[in-house]
T-cell receptor, first 114, second 118 residues
């Protein structure tokens, strides 16, 4: 079945550590890719998105993601995390089949200890 | 400006009760989506409206689920004869333009309604 996989369900890091969260999808053809973040007690908000062009995209708060078409991956990275990055991170794919419905991964809970 | 709002934020229902969940999208947003998020899972698509037209309801899990957006703004998701498996957070999202095959629009999410069915 077509899906979006996030391999890390829980990640614990110390401040200043580097972060990489994996995301793989199984859709062929053109896809649009998103990372959303949900801070504690807040609603989902867009972190970054990729449609075409440079496969390395930069988002808010120092996050970036790299699209590797051959690996069907869109991993999220940040060189140095902060305590305020504690949140749940969702990878999402629009499989370009019409209407903008998003297919989400199961999410990764990140806890950054001060 | 105001974001997407949803009410109630929390709802407890006894099994068999009907519930209605409300979504107020960002003013002027054409597209409106409903998602269901079960515990420990990512959101799953339920249905999509372009203005008042329900163009995709492929994600509704059963005929007990019904959604409407009669005037192209506020939307209501109704669940009849609730079951325990309906317990989840129901998320509403809107985006400014009509959906199409581009799929590039950011969706703006509301805070969700947490439904617990006892």
């Amino acid at each position: 079945a077509q899906s979006v996989s996030q391999h890390n369900h829980h990640v614990i890091l110390s401040e200043a550590a580097s972060l990489e969260l994996g995301c793989n999808y199984s859709y062929g053809g053109t896809v649009n890719l998103f990372w959303y973040v949900q801070y504690p007690g807040q609603h989902l908000q867009l972190l970054l998105k990729y449609f075409s062009g440079d496969p390395l995209v930069k988002g808010i708060k120092g996050f970036e993601a790299e699209f590797i078409k051959s690996k069907f991956s869109f991993n999220l990275r940040k060189p140095s995390v902060q305590w305020s990055d504690t949140a749940e991170y969702f990878c999402a794919v629009n499989p370009y089949t019409g209407f903008q419905k998003l297919v989400f991964g199961t999410g990764t809970r990140l806890l950054v200890s001060p | 400006g105001a974001g997407v709002s949803q009410s109630p934020r929390y709802k407890v229902a006894k099994r068999g009760q009907d519930v209605a969940l409300r979504c107020d999208p960002i003013s002027g947003h054409v597209s409106l989506f409903w998602y269901q998020q079960a515990l420990g899972q990512g959101p799953e698509f339920l249905t999509y409206f372009q203005n008042e037209a329900q163009l995709d309801k492929s994600g509704l899990p059963s005929d007990r689920f019904f959604a409407e957006r009669p005037e192209g703004s506020v939307s209501t998701l109704k669940i009849q004869r609730t079951q325990q498996e309906d317990s989840a957070v129901y998320l509403c999202a809107s985006s400014p333009r009509p959906a199409g095959t581009s799929g590039k629009e950011e969706q703006f999410f509301g805070p969700g309604t947490r439904l617990t069915v006892l």
